[in-house]
T-cell receptor, first 113, second 110 residues
Framework: DAGVTQSPTHLIKTRGQQVTLRCSPK?????VSWYQQALGQGPQFIFQ???????QRGNFPDRFSGHQFPNYSSELNVNALLLGDSALYLC????????????FGNGTRLTVT | RKEVEQDPGPFNVPEGATVAFNCTYS??????FFWYRQDCRKEPKLLMS???SGNEDGRFTAQLNRASQYISLLIRDSKLSDSATYLC???????????FGKGTHLIIQP
């Protein structure tokens, strides 16, 4: 039973570029949430997808967008990268309610230079 | 005031001791509460949910005080493997997802 898988594990981009991160949820889960975790900080909620729609969104600019596919996998896109976007991006899957326990992937470490 | 606040520590505790830490939340309408554990360079993992009546899971006890708007985590007979960052998580409903605190860093010393 595969858990949450994310790709790539590491990524280096330059300012102004665009990036796409991918996530496959745990088997049986239909909801995907994305979090940004800067060094020494707790994860910050970006958004949550359910039934291929954005159900909830945190306080992130429109440069951050996402998508959920019919197989429940998800993508996080970030446009016009800034140095401050450097962080660990965590995908978490869950099922049912919006406050259901989250199962996290190992994350994608994004470095913007 | 931040939505979820935790003492970042580190808490240095000898093996076998009991340790407790709190987390305060600002929104009285918050509905659900959790403790997650995050090891260094790893993803967060659910430790336990926190119920109004308080709940226990082995050496771990979680409590919720709605009047004072805080939750607590107590670890008894601490083990070296308990060394980690403990994240307080609050859900207030509506358009918000789960809100994480910055975490409390716990170091169990032999």
């Amino acid at each position: 039973d595969a858990g949450v898988t994310q790709s790539p594990t590491h990524l280096i981009k330059t300012r102004g570029q665009q990036v796409t991160l991918r996530c496959s949820p745990k088997s049986g889960h239909d909801t995907v949430s994305w979090y940004q975790q800067a060094l020494g900080q707790g994860p910050q909620f970006i958004f949550q997808y359910y039934e291929e729609e954005e159900r909830q969104r945190g306080n992130f600019p429109d440069r951050f967008s996402g998508h959920q596919f019919p197989n429940y996998s998800s993508e996080l896109n970030v446009n016009a990268l800034l140095l401050g976007d450097s962080a660990l991006y965590l995908c978490a899957s869950s099922s049912g309610r919006a406050d259901s326990p989250l199962h996290f992937g190992n994350g994608t470490r994004l470095t913007v230079t | 005031r931040k939505e979820v606040e935790q003492d970042p520590g580190p808490f240095n505790v000898p093996e076998g001791a009991t340790v407790a830490f709190n987390c305060t939340y600002s929104n009285s309408a918050s509905q659900s509460f959790f403790w997650y554990r995050q090891d260094c360079r790893k993803e967060p993992k659910l430790l336990m949910s926190v119920y109004s009546s308080g709940n226990e899971d082995g050496r771990f006890t979680a409590q919720l005080n709605r009047a004072s708007q805080y939750i607590s985590l107590l670890i008894r007979d601490s083990k070296l493997s308990d060394s980690a960052t403990y994240l307080c998580v609050v859900f207030r409903g509506g358009a918000d997802g789960l809100t994480f605190g910055k975490g409390t860093h716990l170091i169990i010393q032999p």
